[in-house]
Nanobody, 125 residues
Framework: QVQLVESGGGLVQAGGSLRLSCAVS????????MGWFRQTPGKEREFVSA????????YYADSVKGRFTISRDNAKNTVYLQMNKLTPEDTAVYFC??????????????????WGQGTQVTVST
């Protein structure tokens, strides 16, 4: 079956960095657009970043542009999210996502086919 396994979350001070990884199995990784979303209690899951199947196109939420970088290694079936200059507003559970279209730009979380279990990122002041 399809599995998306995130890692790399944790506690970091404001201004610090974290790198999230998502290892994927059970699907043809190099054919899938991949992305990251995040969610805080009581709020809807929101888009953070996405990368096309080829890696040639990347997309970012305005709130993370210039601070976060998404990348993928199709040989390792892994997608990454490098997060720099973290702020307490970045505190959330981060979810890896696969199986969505980028034809209209940023993906709708309601149209994502596959999700990881999530990894907690906490940024302290």
């Amino acid at each position: 079956q399809v599995q998306l396994v995130e890692s790399g979350g944790g506690l970091v001070q404001a201004g610090g960095s974290l790198r999230l990884s998502c290892a994927v199995s059970g699907l043809a990784f190099s054919s899938y657009n991949m992305g990251w979303f995040r969610q805080t209690p009581g709020k809807e899951r929101e888009f953070v970043s996405a990368i096309s199947w080829s890696g040639g196109s990347t997309y970012y939420a305005d709130s993370v542009k210039g601070r976060f970088t998404i990348s993928r290694d199709n040989a390792k079936n892994t997608v990454y999210l490098q997060m720099n200059k973290l702020t307490p507003e970045d505190t959330a559970v981060y979810f890896c996502a696969a199986g969505f279209s980028l034809a209209a730009g940023t993906p709708d979380p309601r149209r994502v086919r596959f999700w990881g279990q999530g990894t907690q990122v906490t940024v302290s002041t």
